[in-house]
């Protein structure tokens, strides 16, 4: 299986500042999410999106973030209003058939300054 | 919610000796569980999965055993090599929610 790909592989940016992390998956799939990974720690669920929208998010994923697929293709996860403790990987992951099987990508990592 | 967490956070196993990483869970809930393998700088890799009406799955010298009793989790790799230095998270996912939560994780290291 194909991984998704992920853009960019590494972003810094500073405190305040929105950023745009880009996920580019298989088209057909149909599941799509994102997981954190503070250095150190567990990966932790952010958001699972089907069919275009929102299927469950976790207490992390307030109103500073956002999801969209804007093209049919690109999956993306903004964060409007960066903060120094949102500095982690940022996974994307997809799926055909769930949360059962997921194949990630290999993560944006970003630094919040 | 789901709660997994892990019995120990490492383990280092001599190259062609069979290991053993487990993990607890907490909620009987979950329909599902699997493990991923997390490569240095890389994303989680789906290595095998298991149903929570299944107590026995058997992969390419991977193996998953889950006791619903003690709510109990386990990844046997036998014959151990290099490549699977790398930490190793559980995770547990309820279908009627699509999420999968993780573990801590286990971080093996093959001696060679």
């Known amino acids: 299986e194909p991984e998704v790909t992920q853009t960019p592989s590494h972003q810094v940016t500073q405190m305040g500042q929105e950023v745009i992390l880009r996920c580019v998956p298989i088209s057909n799939h149909l599941y799509f999410y994102w997981y954190r990974q503070i250095l150190g720690q567990k990966v932790e669920f952010l958001v699972s999106?089907?069919?275009?929208?929102?299927?469950?998010k976790s207490e992390i994923f307030d109103d500073q973030f956002s999801v969209e697929r804007p093209d049919g293709s690109n999956f993306t996860l903004k964060i409007r209003s960066t903060k120094l403790e949102d500095s982690a990987m940022y996974f994307c992951?997809?799926?055909?058939?769930?949360?059962?099987?997921?194949?990630f990508g290999p993560g944006t990592r970003l630094t919040v300054l | 919610g789901e709660s997994v967490g892990l019995h120990l956070p490492t383990l280092s196993v001599q190259e062609g000796d069979n290991s053993i990483i487990n993990c607890a869970y907490s909620?009987?809930?979950?329909?599902?569980f699997i493990w991923y393998k997390q490569e240095s700088g890389k994303g989680p890799q789906f290595i095998i999965d298991i149903r929570s009406n299944m107590d026995k799955r058997q992969g390419q010298r991977v193996t998953v055993l889950l006791n619903k009793t003690v709510k109990h989790l386990s990844l046997q790799i036998a014959a151990t090599q290099p490549g699977d230095s790398a930490v190793y998270f559980c995770?547990?996912?309820?279908?009627?929610?699509?999420?999968?939560?993780f573990g801590t994780g286990t971080r093996l290291t093959i001696i060679p």
């Open positions: 995770g547990g996912v309820n279908f009627g929610n699509e999420k999968l939560t």
């Open positions: 909620n009987s809930a979950s329909d599902y």
């Open positions: 999106f089907y069919n275009n929208e929102i299927s469950e």
């Open positions: 992951a997809r799926g055909t058939s769930g949360a059962d099987e997921q194949f």
